[in-house]
């Protein structure tokens, strides 16, 4: 272990941001593999106050002490090297406790409300388990006392299933938190990458006065996922690849791209707009759903060079399963600034990489004097890259160097790179600028009720259409971009998939 900037960076004091943190699930799969090491990281940083506490909450029976070890062992495994500190990690373990808990029996809050006994300051309650539960736990401590009126509570998606039950889960966690507590977590908008969209878009006359119908042909948003189902087939069987990935991340960031320059920063300025994107989004109806909509399911295929199941081939598959692990969608928002300008959306699992991209494709100029053979590349192109690294290049055209090339043109990026450009500068998970902001008490990269109801509304129509269509998924080999019917819905209309960065 390194000496780090634990030593150069004393923890805050005990200011307006020190809270206690009752983390549910503490033992599951997102806690220890993201929330701990993303909380470590805050207090490596200095960004966690003295005073906060953190209390594990599970089933298993273990003590304290026990639960310190494994936060322990999993920081050892999830940080780099030169960010782990001795100093660092004894004083974030110190932090720590933690009590064994049935989340659907009311007895066991108890001890939570007792641990809260003395504290002067509010306490975040994070359900990092399934929204099945959520209600209960909501209603369990609030007839325990373990709750006042400045408790913070945070849920992870997805919320719900569709509108229905997603009505259901937000009336029970609404029953007991006011709107303006409740944190939905979409942890692609904590990403560095998202918080610069906001920035270019709203800060530069560059960006700002050309983002419109005018300027813009198309938008094209890849999630790709190089994984397979890897042992949630119980899940995702139920859910499919719309509802796990399309209704909350894709929507998301198409919202960001789309929406209006908000009044200011605000958490409600800024949801405001992302609901009047969403509110203005075509349905697929009739001829729509099977033109403009392709999904798809995995064969067996090569990833990485080895061969890997297809989706109706993995452990403990249902055979007959029609339930999509792809979609592609060619989709407009109807109002003045967007009207005409497709967006196409794309998700699906065992792509050829792990891609989280956005494409902005410029309008050609309207006079073209070069090369009439090099007409299809005169357009820019402004790409953002999520993951695997975060970054953002606007593609530009220039003359090809040479005595011999007259004036042919080169496309070339102009390329911000985040972890060439701040070289001195770690780039925080995502997960890490969230929790900061639920210390905070702020809301603006968190999801309102509102906007996961219309998110759902539109899902469900298109979900409806294929039931009554029953029309199966479309195979793909896995270690495809998906089936051959997703690339036809954008080159019949005169375009194509952007997968070179």
């Known amino acids: 272990m390194s000496s780090s900037s634990a030593d150069r960076r004393a923890p805050l004091g005990d200011d307006k941001n020190v809270i206690d943190l009752a983390l549910f699930g503490a033992l599951g799969d997102l806690a220890m593999r993201k929330l701990f090491p993303?909380?470590?990281?805050?207090d490596r940083e200095g960004l966690m106050p003295q005073a906060t506490r953190i209390m594990g909450l599970a089933r298993q029976s273990i003590d304290a002490a026990s639960f310190r070890e494994q936060v322990a062992a999993t920081l050892k495994e999830r940080i780099k090297p030169s960010e782990q500190d001795?100093?660092?990690?004894?004083?974030?373990?110190?932090?720590?406790?933690?009590?064994?808990?049935?989340?659907?029996?009311?007895?066991?809050?108890a001890g939570l409300r007792d641990w809260r006994a003395n504290a002067r300051h509010p306490m975040v309650v994070y359900l990092s388990v399934g929204a099945r539960i959520?209600?209960?736990?909501?209603?369990?401590?609030?007839?325990?006392?373990?709750?006042?009126?400045?408790?913070?509570?945070v849920v992870e998606k997805p919320i719900g299933y569709d509108l229905e039950s997603s009505h259901e889960i937000n009336d029970a966690i609404g029953a007991v938190f006011p709107e303006s507590r409740i944190y939905r977590i979409d942890h692609y908008l904590g990403k560095e990458t998202v918080q610069n969209l906001i920035a270019m878009r709203f800060a530069n006359p560059l960006f700002g006065n050309q983002w419109n119908q005018n300027h813009i042909s198309y938008v094209e948003i890849t999630v790709a996922e190089k994984v397979g189902i890897e042992g949630r087939w119980g899940y995702f069987d139920d859910a499919g690849q719309l509802r796990d990935m399309?209704?909350?991340?894709?929507?998301?960031?198409?919202?960001?791209?789309?929406?209006?320059?908000p009044s200011n920063l605000d958490a409600d300025a800024i949801r405001d707009e992302k609901v009047k994107v969403l509110k203005a989004l075509k349905p697929f109806t009739g001829e729509a759903l099977g033109r403009d909509?392709?999904?798809?399911?995995?064969?067996?295929g090569t990833s990485d060079g080895k061969s890997v199941p297809g989706y109706l081939d993995e452990e403990g598959a249902n055979t007959?399963?029609?339930?999509?692990?792809?979609?592609?969608?060619?989709?407009?928002?109807?109002n003045w600034r967007w009207a005409g300008v497709p967006f196409y959306l794309r998700t699906g699992k065992r792509m050829p990489e792990k891609l989280s991209q956005i494409v902005i494709h410029f309008r050609q100029q309207p006079h073209y004097i070069f090369d009439p053979d090099q007409r299809g590349i005169a357009s820019n192109k402004l790409i953002i890259r999520l993951q695997p690294e975060e970054g953002i290049a606007l593609q530009v055209l220039t003359k090809d160097s040479g005595l011999d090339k007259g004036m042919r043109l080169r496309p070339g990026p102009l390329h911000l790179d985040f972890n060439s450009a701040f070289p001195k500068s770690r780039i925080p998970d995502?997960?890490?600028?969230?929790?900061?902001?639920?210390?905070?008490g702020q809301q603006y990269l968190f999801v309102r009720r509102d906007e996961v109801e219309h998110a759902w509304r539109w899902c469900d129509q298109l979900i409806e259409g294929w039931k009554a269509r029953e029309t199966p998924p479309r195979r793909y080999p896995a270690g495809s971009w998906g089936p051959v019917a997703s690339i036809a819905m954008i080159t019949q209309d005169g375009r194509s998939w952007y997968e070179d960065y």
């Open 320 to 334: 007959q399963s029609q339930t999509e692990t792809f979609v592609a969608m060619k989709t407009e928002v109807s």
């Open 38 to 42: 993303a909380l470590y990281q805050l």
């Open 134 to 153: 959520y209600g209960d736990i909501c209603r369990h401590l609030h007839a325990s006392g373990s709750l006042d009126d400045e408790t913070r509570v």
């Open 293 to 300: 909509v392709v999904r798809g399911q995995y064969i067996a």
């Open 430 to 440: 995502a997960y890490e600028r969230l929790l900061l902001e639920v210390m905070k």
């Open 246 to 261: 399309v209704q909350n991340h894709l929507l998301q960031l198409l919202c960001l791209i789309a929406m209006d320059p």
């Open 86 to 109: 001795e100093k660092a990690i004894e004083r974030f373990l110190a932090r720590l406790d933690y009590l064994a808990l049935d989340f659907t029996e009311q007895s066991g809050y």
